[in-house]
């Protein structure tokens, strides 16, 4: 599976950015899509995670009421949309694939990966 994220910017806080991830390669709609974010000096850490059937999502609590995973079978997409930015949320944003049967909110587990995506909020 490759997969390339793209929606990142330049926002102020309070504001709204979506981010999208689309996948080519093996059959999308069989994997768990995750994001993961990265800020600087920081390690990567869980975000988001959608299943493959799109039925189940889990949040990381620090976003948990302002992010919404959603996904786009039939486009082969996933998406990020958030909302009521803040400062803290300034990171690399990172798409993953994960073929197991249940979700995950381990960085590991994740077999692919995509290049991710620059989200800088401003006080």
Do not use: H
Request: net charge positive; with cysteine.
């Amino acid at each position: 599976v490759q997969l390339q994220a793209s929606g990142g910017g330049l926002v102020q806080a309070g504001g709204s950015l979506r981010l999208s991830c689309a996948a080519s390669g093996r059959t999308f709609s069989r994997y768990n899509m995750g994001w993961f974010r990265q800020a600087p000096g920081k390690e990567r850490e869980f975000v988001a995670v959608i299943r493959w059937t799109a039925g189940t999502t889990n949040y990381a609590d620090s976003v948990k009421g302002r992010f919404t995973i959603s996904r786009d079978n039939a486009k082969n997409t996933v998406y990020l949309q958030m909302n009521s930015l803040k400062p803290e949320d300034t990171a690399v944003y990172y798409c993953a694939a994960d073929g197991d049967w249940t979700i995950s909110t381990i960085l590991q587990e994740y077999e692919y990966w995509g290049q991710g995506t620059l989200v800088t909020v401003s006080s």
